[in-house]
């Protein structure tokens, strides 16, 4: 099972540690603060170095804009990224201005560790802000977060591999799961070995985006696991057709790409697969790793779905910490990074598209040729895309462990497709209990 920088950011989990939490709320200190005296803000996201690079660039710019304001930048690798934060929130420690994604947001929002930015709204707007990518960090009719870009779910592919191979690229507009299937085995079985037509496409994204498609979804608007067990089964019954085939790649393949994010060690990235399911943001790095001009399309299934499957999502979101002493100045850095053009123009789509319709109309003429394929991309399916997602409650983060766990039994055949189905849900049920 592979992983985008952001499908992997429910594999880390926090429940332990938030549970230390010794009441996180309601202790700023903004409102004691001299509003005119010299301020540090303590800022943390993950990321490569060139996310560091762009970054400083839009931190110096504020800094510049804002004299009386200094930002200390804490970020690092990915995979370390938010067991350090944990651990920071735990200690009473965390950073002013938070970069989450997925369900983090919702798990420390409902421990109190993130500033309702209701408290804040007069300096970090949000009119212009795409709804569905601002309802990302909405729980409980409390704003926690923003959107640092939008970003979608779809398919990559490699028009190299499938040149090679002698097969079409798919009709996205029409194309279904057993198309999909069809077209990885043809990939496959005309390529060299070690060459697939697909990488696994397991994740906990792609069972959500298959479960909408069906009138379902991985969680329900009360807290519950929504995906049933015969989706379940189907899945597996499916992806373990593929492995049979030769079209993903043995389960010891597939287990041995677990937990390598960088772009450059998928399959994808090393030019062995035509197609990979992931987000938009990912293009231009697996371009880069690749070398190869790759495309995105719509996930199959969409055209002959019960609903459609595929959301626009926030790439990350940018919250406040409750506990930080200075909350106008952590406002006015994060009404910055996602309003202002000035920052929009630096960062351009390293954090996604811009949510911001003005920000988003000031950079497109500068952004780089492959970000603008995203944002073309986007732009086509914004119209064709289903409801914002469901995001997980409390405890779903283990999901994606839990995920890793089941697929790998049923992969190597240790368990059936609805073994493996039933499995799931019944730990991912007890985890957001």
């Avoid at 990350?316 to 850095?333: F, G, V």
Wanted: aromatic share 6%.
């Amino acid at each position: 099972m592979k992983h985008s920088s952001y499908r992997r950011i429910a594999a880390l989990g926090l429940a332990g540690l938030l549970l230390a939490l010794p009441g996180c709320g309601g202790d700023s200190g903004s409102a004691s603060d001299d509003p005119n005296a010299p301020v540090t803000l303590r800022f943390s996201w993950w990321g490569n170095a060139d996310r560091a690079a762009l970054t400083q660039k839009a931190i110096d710019a504020f800094q510049t804009a804002n004299p009386g304001i200094t930002v200390k930048p804490e970020y690092g690798d990915f995979n370390g990224y938010f067991d350090k934060l944990a651990t920071s929130v735990a200690a009473n420690d965390a950073p002013d201005v938070i970069t989450l994604g997925g369900a983090y947001p919702r798990e420390y929002g409902d421990r109190g560790a993130l500033l309702d930015l209701a408290e804040v709204k007069d300096t970090l707007k949000t009119d212009k802000i795409d709804a569905a990518s601002l309802s990302n960090g909405n729980f409980d009719d409390k704003q926690y977060g923003v959107p640092t870009g939008v970003n979608a779910f779809g398919v990559v592919v490699n028009p190299k591999v499938f040149k090679a191979a002698g097969v079409p690229l798919p009709d996205d507009s029409t194309w279904t799961w057993d198309d999909f299937r069809r077209i990885a085995e043809q990939v496959a079985k005309a390529s060299p070995k070690g060459t697939y037509g697909a990488e696994d496409p397991t994740s906990a994204d792609v069972l959500d985006l298959y479960a909408r498609q069906r009138g379902e979804s991985l969680y329900t608007q009360d807290g519950k696991v929504g995906l049933s067990e015969g989706t379940l089964t189907e899945w597996f019954t499916m992806t373990t057709g593929l492995r049979d085939a030769g079209a993903t790649p043995p389960a010891a393949v597939t287990s041995e790409l677990v937990g390598q994010p960088a772009p450059e060690q998928s399959l994808m990235g090393r030019g062995l697969a035509g197609m990979q399911l992931d987000w938009t943001n990912q293009l231009g790095a697996l371009r880069k790793a690749s070398g190869s001009e790759l495309q995105l399309l719509r996930a199959p299934g969409e055209g002959a779905a019960t609903k459609p499957g595929m959301w626009l999502q926030a790439s990350q979101i940018y919250t406040i910490s409750a506990r930080t002493k200075h909350q106008e100045a952590a406002a006015k850095l994060v009404n910055f990074l996602v309003n202002d053009p000035a920052a929009g123009k630096i960062t351009l789509a390293n954090r996604g598209i811009p949510a911001n319709s003005d920000v988003l109309a000031a950079v497109k003429p500068s952004l780089p040729k492959d970000e603008a394929v995203s944002a073309d991309f986007i732009a086509a399916i914004a119209p064709k895309v289903g409801p914002a997602l469901i995001i997980g409650p409390t405890g779903s983060t283990e999901s994606v462990k839990i995920l890793e766990r089941t697929n790998a039994e049923v992969l190597f055949n240790r368990q059936q497709p609805g073994q493996g189905a039933k499995r799931f849900l019944e730990e991912l049920g007890a985890a957001i209990q």
